[in-house]
């Protein structure tokens, strides 16, 4: 009787090991996307402030300002 407890037992353990190997790696994918995509995002305000810089437009200013980015130096 303890060996079939045993036994049951081991393969539950087992299925839920595996399932949770499997939905860490779903997650792991997922982090690793979200961290790409926010770097991409990073990148392009930051090209978008470099430009504003060398070419001002009140416009992209505007737009950054709405995002809480600006491109003026803080005041001193």
Not at 14 to 23: A, G, L, M, P
Not at 37 to 47: F, R, T
Request: charged fraction near 20%; aromatic fraction near 10%; hydrophobic fraction near 45%.
């Amino acid at each position: 009787m303890l060996l079939a407890i045993s036994a049951v037992l081991s393969l539950v353990f087992f299925w839920r090991y595996v399932n949770k190997t499997r939905e860490l790696r779903v997650l792991q994918f997922q982090v690793t996307q979200i961290n790409q995509k926010s770097a991409a995002m990073s990148q392009l305000v930051g090209d978008i402030v470099e430009y504003s810089k060398r070419y001002p437009n009140h416009d992209i200013e505007r737009l950054l300002e709405s995002v809480g980015v600006t491109n003026k130096p803080a005041a001193k």
